[in-house]
C-alpha cells in the first residue's frame, strides 16, 4: 500500500514484455551471427569466448569486430544505466524499448543502404546494451532476457515451481527468437530478422507505456 491507502503501483516490467525482449534477443544475435560478423552482440558470454579464441588465431573469427560489439554494448549500458537512474524499472521501460527499437532500426537502414558492417553491429551492440541496463534494473528472476545457462541451471537443479514456468519460457522465447532469426537471415539476409526485431520492440515499448501507467489512469474522467 502506499502513503494514500491504495495498492502499490508495480515497479518491475510484465514477464510478458521480457519475454518480447527475450525473443528480440534470439534475433538479433542470429541477424549480426549469420547475416553481418561472426560476433554476438546480446549474448556477452558468448562473444567474450569469440575475442580469446580470435586472439588464439581461430579461423572466421575477428577480435576487432568482438572487440567492437563489447564496447558498444557497455556503452548502451552506460547510457541506459545513467538513462534509468532514479526511477523505477518500470517507469522507463517504454522509453528505453523505444531508444532500443530506434537503435536497431538505424542498424537496418545502414545495413539496406549498403553501408559498413561495422556500424550495424555497433548500432546493434549499443541497442543490446540498453535493453541489458533496464532488464538489470527489473531484476526479474529467471529472466534476463539475453543468455539462458542460469535458467537451465535452475530447471535441472532446483525443485519444479512456479519460477519454474519462467525459465522455461526463457529457454524456449529465446531458442525460438534464434531460430526464427536464423531462417530469415540464411534465405533472405539479415534485413528482415532485424525488422521483426523492430516491430516487436515496438510492440513491447508500447505495452511498456501501457503497464506505467497509474491504475485507475484510464477510468480517469469518467
Same mark, same amino acid.
Given at each position: ?5 491504495? $495498492?502499490?503501483?508495480? %515497479?518491475?516490467?510484465? $514477464?510478458? *514484455? ?16 549469420? @547475416? ?44 541506459? @544505466?545513467?538513462?534509468?537512474?532514479? =526511477? #523505477?524499472?518500470? =517507469? ?11 537503435? /536497431? ?8 543502404? @549498403? ?8 548500432? *546493434?551492440?549499443?541497442?543490446?546494451? %540498453? ?14 532476457? #539475453?543468455?539462458?545457462? =542460469?535458467?537451465?541451471?535452475? +530447471? ?28 530469415? #537471415? +540464411? ?10 526485431? %523492430?516491430?516487436?520492440?515496438?510492440? /513491447? ?18
Amino acid at each position: 500500500m502506499d502513503g494514500d491507502g491504495r $495498492p502499490a503501483e508495480p %515497479v518491475v516490467p510484465p $514477464p510478458l *514484455l521480457l519475454l518480447g525482449l527475450t525473443f528480440v534477443s534470439g534475433l538479433v544475435d542470429a541477424a549480426v551471427f549469420l @547475416g553481418l560478423e561472426r560476433v554476438f552482440v546480446a549474448n556477452m558470454t558468448g562473444n567474450t569466448a569469440f575475442l580469446a579464441f580470435a586472439l588464439a588465431g581461430a579461423d572466421g573469427l575477428s577480435a576487432g569486430a568482438s572487440l567492437l560489439a563489447l564496447g558498444a554494448f557497455a556503452g548502451g549500458a552506460v547510457a541506459g @544505466g545513467a538513462l534509468r537512474r532514479g =526511477r #523505477t524499472a518500470r =517507469r522507463v521501460f517504454g522509453p528505453l524499448v523505444s531508444v532500443q527499437a530506434l537503435l /536497431v532500426a538505424a542498424a537496418l537502414a545502414v545495413w539496406a543502404a @549498403g553501408g559498413p558492417r561495422a556500424v550495424p553491429v555497433a548500432l *546493434l551492440g549499443l541497442a543490446m546494451g %540498453v535493453q541489458n541496463a533496464v532488464v538489470h534494473r527489473a531484476a526479474v528472476p529467471d529472466l534476463p532476457t #539475453t543468455v539462458v545457462t =542460469r535458467a537451465l541451471a535452475g +530447471l535441472a537443479a532446483d525443485p519444479w515451481g512456479r519460477g519454474s514456468l519462467r525459465r522455461l519460457g526463457s529457454v524456449a522465447v529465446l531458442f525460438g527468437g534464434a531460430l526464427a532469426g536464423a531462417a530469415a #537471415t +540464411l534465405h533472405r539476409g539479415p534485413g528482415p530478422a532485424l525488422a521483426a526485431a %523492430v516491430a516487436v520492440l515496438l510492440c /513491447v515499448a508500447a505495452g511498456g507505456f501501457l503497464a506505467a501507467r497509474p491504475a485507475g489512469a484510464g477510468r480517469a474522467g469518467r
